[in-house]
């Protein structure tokens, strides 16, 4: 199965590889720089079937728990100040996705959507200090009635060139359901309240929908 986000490149790089094996077909005669070429442009579709690949999954819905909003891997652990909606500090939880993980973005809690918002920006290194305030980013602010206003940030990558947010302010929308898709690496943020139990650790990996975060 795969995410409604690819489909169109998917097609397009399933044309390109037909295209190169005629091409390399009717113009090499060398029969290992064809077979070479066949190759990589058989490896380049399996990664991009790989990308946007979105597995079904069984998603325990559960008010009193924060869900991982991607696939990845925990890489910081602290606490900041947020300054953007609430400008005080706050636990922030963030999750490095390489390209070879599961890319939707999915609502680590549900509630309503109080604050969308897209910034254009750079493409600095997702794991870069500076991202989070400088990269292109969507900001999402879920209302719970367990966690307070819980805060999701989509951050793009070097190789992420395009993110696509769901979120529209003043809807209800359900935990583990789609907020988003982040093209080709990228990493997101997760702001909860301070003495918010964690219930992952640095460097453990994560499942969008799946890894419980944080519990009441």
């Not at 990589?40 to 946007?52: D, R, S």
């Not at 292109?136 to 999701?152: A, D, I």
Request: glycine fraction near 8%.
């Amino acid at each position: 199965m795969f995410h409604k986000e690819g489909h169109k490149i998917i097609l397009i790089t399933l044309f390109l590889v037909v295209g190169v094996s005629l091409a390399t077909d009717y113009f090499i005669t060398n029969q290992y720089l064809r077979g070479g070429l066949l190759i990589l442009a058989v490896v380049f579709l399996v990664l991009i079937l790989q990308f946007f690949r979105n597995p079904k999954r069984n998603f325990i819905i559960n008010d009193e728990q924060v869900l991982s909003p991607v696939d990845g891997k925990v890489v910081v652990i602290e606490e900041v100040f947020e300054k953007e909606f609430f400008n005080e500090k706050r636990l922030q939880v963030s999750i490095f996705m390489s390209p070879l993980n599961v890319h939707v973005t999915r609502y680590p809690v549900g509630g309503e959507v109080i604050l969308s918002k897209y910034h254009p920006g750079k493409f600095l290194v997702a794991w870069h200090p500076k991202s989070s305030e400088e990269n292109e980013r969507t900001t999402v602010v879920v209302k719970n009635k367990y966690f307070g206003n819980v805060l999701h940030r989509q951050i793009a990558g070097a190789l992420a060139k395009r993110i696509v947010n769901y979120a529209k302010e003043g809807t209800n929308i359900s935990q583990a359901s789609d907020s988003g898709f982040i093209k080709f690496g990228s990493r997101v943020d997760v702001f909860l309240p301070l003495g918010t139990k964690l219930d992952v650790t640095l460097n453990q990996k994560v499942k969008g929908g799946i890894t419980v975060m944080a519990s009441k």
